[in-house]
């Protein structure tokens, strides 16, 4: 016990006379430019995060300012609001749905175009200048396509007797969903499928020659091989996907306003109504927005252990 005493001792000592002048400048002088980072986080992270709450407990109006605590009539009427449980479930299926489309399609081009030849070089230009073009932009752009006026949409889909004719193909729910996914799906199926093929191309090509000489066939390779080497890609575009899908706004303001009768009202457009529109409500708003905020740091934190723990089990 003494030698042990007698070593940490030392090894205490040494520590403090590594602790030079020239040393102590280095650290300062390290935290010194890691300054304005920190007031970056503090003022774009902390302090609207702490805003966010203050105004959630408030009773706190758009015109008339803040009017006092008022916790928890906020949350309790956000609860008790006639929209807030179908824009839940909507939402959910946006994300589901967009989810899979995206990373299905994505994961497909990129096996597609993997391979660094003219034509794929070609393709991967074509895939990826969708995602050029803002989202709101490409929202209006598929609003002229699905107006009966002036976009071909609906007579296309009126021929195949899909809608009827003369109607619009947002003027219901489902097909209002379908149209808003494929909005979607034309903008970043690009940009998920660069995301793949960065992961892809970072499988090294000798697990792929040592799995072809013991006998295995193409679909256990993908089985085997690229699924599992490529996982910490697919939860990365997994925790992107969902995150867009959750906080979706854009599309879904231009392209139907939550209509036809409120079916596409998403739980951030529920927000915007809060804020501006119905309730001219900052309170509820912003305690609907933590809400959202909380949600989604469990969602992504799931996501995000269940990958660890798959990594830790092997």
């Known amino acids: 016990m003494s030698q042990q005493a007698t070593a940490s001792a030392g090894a205490a000592k040494s520590k403090r006379k590594r602790l030079t002048p020239a040393t102590i400048a280095e650290y300062r002088r390290g935290w010194l430019y890691s300054l304005p980072d920190w007031a970056m986080i503090l003022l774009l992270f902390v302090v609207p995060i702490i805003l966010l709450v203050y105004m959630a407990c408030s009773r706190w109006s758009l015109m008339g300012g803040n009017r006092g605590l008022n916790f928890p009539d906020n949350f309790i009427e956000v609860f008790s609001h006639k929209l807030f449980g179908q824009s839940i479930l909507f939402t959910v299926e946006y994300t589901v749905i967009a989810t899979v489309i995206l990373l299905a399609l994505g994961l497909g081009l990129a096996l597609i175009v993997q391979e660094s030849t003219r034509f794929n070089k070609f393709l991967r230009t074509c895939f990826l200048l969708p995602a050029a073009t803002g989202l709101a932009s490409a929202s209006l752009l598929f609003y002229a396509l699905y107006s009966p006026q002036v976009g071909p949409m609906s007579d296309i889909l009126s021929f195949f007797g899909l809608i009827e004719d003369g109607s619009s193909v947002l003027a219901t729910g489902q097909s209002a969903l379908w149209a808003t996914v494929l909005v979607i799906v034309w903008r970043f199926s690009g940009y998920y499928m660069l995301l793949m093929m960065i992961g892809l191309q970072a499988i090294p090509d ?17 089985r085997s091989i690229t699924l599992p080497l490529l996982k910490p890609t697919i939860v990365m575009c997994l925790v992107y996907c969902i995150t867009g899908s959750i906080l979706a ?4 303001f231009i392209l139907t306003k939550g209509g036809p009768n409120n079916s596409t009202m998403t739980i951030v457009q529920l927000i915007y109504n809060f804020a501006f529109d119905s309730k001219k409500d900052l309170g509820m708003a912003s305690a609907l927005s933590l809400i959202v905020l909380v949600a989604l740091f469990i969602i992504n934190s799931v996501t995000m252990r269940g990958m660890t723990a798959d990594e830790d089990d092997k």
């Open 249 to 252: 706004f854009d599309q879904f």
């Open 206 to 222: 000798e697990v792929y020659e040592a799995a072809r000489m013991d006998g295995a066939g193409p679909w256990k390779i993908f």
